[in-house]
C-alpha cells in the first residue's frame, strides 16, 4: 500500500553526503500540499522519511489516489522526460522529509551516474507494474477483501491515513467504507 524503494534512498544518501551533486533536503508539514496537478515545477523530490499521496482530482474534486509514497519514493520525475506539466498532486500525509533535486541535476544525474539511471528506470518500471494488478483487483473484488489487503500490507493503515483518502485509494465513498469497517468488525467481534 505505502510503496518504497531502499535501494534509491540508499543510492541517493551516498549522492546527498559526497556533496558532488546539487541535492538539497526540504522539509513539509503534515497536510501539505507539495505539488499541485496541471502545473510546471523545475524539481523532483525523493522522499528521505514521510508518507505522502499522489493523486488525481476531476473537475468536481473528486480525489483518486494513485499511490502512496514512502521513503525512497520519488515524484516530479515525469515532467522532467515528458517537459509537460504534472499529471498528478503531491500532499504529505505525515511530516515529510525530502532531497529535491533541480531538472537539470537529475538530467545530469541520468546521463552521467549509469547506477542512478538504472534505479531511475527500475523505479518507473515498478511504479507501471504496480499500478495495473492494484486497479484489477481494486474492480474485481468487493470493498471487503479490499480492505483485508489493506491491513495484511500495512496493519495499521487506518491510524495513519484518513478514512477519506483510503475510500479514494479504493475507489469507493467514505460511506461506504465505514459500512465495510464496521461489518468487518462485526465478523471479527462473533
Not at 151 to 163: C, M
Not at 167 to 189: F, M, P
Request: proline share 3%; glycine share 6%; net charge neutral.
Amino acid at each position: 500500500m505505502i510503496r518504497t524503494n531502499p535501494e534509491l534512498m540508499a543510492y541517493a544518501e551516498k549522492l546527498f553526503s559526497k556533496g558532488d551533486w546539487d541535492l538539497h533536503e526540504e522539509s513539509f508539514g503534515s497536510k501539505e500540499r507539495i505539488m499541485e496537478q496541471d502545473h510546471r515545477y523545475g524539481k523532483v523530490y525523493l522522499i528521505r522519511e514521510g508518507i505522502a499521496k499522489c493523486f488525481i482530482s476531476d473537475e468536481n474534486g473528486k480525489e483518486f489516489i494513485q499511490e502512496f509514497l514512502g521513503e525512497g519514493m520519488e515524484f516530479g520525475e515525469l515532467e522532467v522526460f515528458s517537459n509537460k506539466l504534472t499529471i498528478c498532486a503531491v500532499e504529505s500525509i505525515t511530516p515529510l522529509k525530502a532531497f529535491s533535486f533541480t531538472h537539470g541535476c537529475f538530467s545530469q544525474l541520468l546521463e552521467n551516474d549509469d547506477r542512478f539511471n538504472r534505479l531511475v528506470m527500475k523505479a518507473l518500471a515498478d511504479k507501471i507494474r504496480y499500478k495495473a494488478p492494484r486497479h484489477s483487483y481494486q474492480h474485481a473484488y468487493p470493498i471487503e477483501d479490499n480492505i483485508i489487503r489493506l491491513k495484511k500490507l500495512f496493519p495499521e493503515f487506518t491510524e495513519v491515513i484518513s478514512k477519506k483518502d483510503i475510500a479514494n485509494y479504493i475507489g469507493i465513498t467514505t460511506r461506504s467504507l465505514n459500512r465495510a469497517l464496521k461489518e468487518l468488525k462485526e465478523k471479527v467481534d462473533r
